[in-house]
């Protein structure tokens, strides 16, 4: 177990307050004094290990299937503009109305975006166009749903 990532933290208990320390001498006395003495780990205490290589990437790297996320179509991007622009609304001003940052919509409009229901479902509304569905760019309908 050499590549731990564990240090040992070493409580010192009193009767009234907590102190903590970590020299062995200290960790001694206080246990010839019959005071209670906590030890725990932390992983990766105090360093910035959160970009390691885990078994799981390598397992990933290892794959020979081609694994990527879903993007949105460059077609819906196009409708995207499309309304945008015939509404009048720059990215900025459409990415204010349905409350995203203007990169959002840059992204869905170059289709480089990963799809996402709710935002897709809020540029639906403000642009008033179908991008989900078979009828992708038809008006949408502000009716009630039929059962």
């Given amino acids: 177990m050499a590549e731990s990532d564990w240090d040992t933290v070493t409580v010192l208990r009193k009767k009234g307050s907590a102190a903590q320390s970590k ?3 200290a960790v001694v006395a206080a246990q010839r004094r019959g005071e209670d003495v906590e030890t725990s780990k932390k992983w990766a205490a105090g360093q910035n290990k959160q970009h ?3 078994k799981n990437t390598a397992k990933l790297d290892r794959e020979t299937e081609e694994l990527h996320h879903n993007r949105v179509p460059l077609e819906v991007g196009k409708v995207i503009q499309q309304g945008r622009q015939d509404k009048g609304l720059t990215q900025k001003d ?3 109305k ?3 940052k203007p990169q959002i919509i840059a992204d869905y409009e170059a289709g480089r975006a990963i ?3 709710q935002i897709m479902g809020k540029i639906e509304r403000a642009i008033g166009l179908r991008l989900r569905g078979k009828d992708i760019g038809q008006p949408l309908d502000a009716g009630p749903k039929k059962k």
Avoid: G, H, R, Y
């Fill in 23 to 25: 020299s062995k001498q």
């Fill in 52 to 54: 390691l290589v885990t």
């Fill in 94 to 96: 459409l990415a204010t």
């Fill in 98 to 100: 349905i409350n995203e």
């Fill in 115 to 117: 799809p996402n229901n």
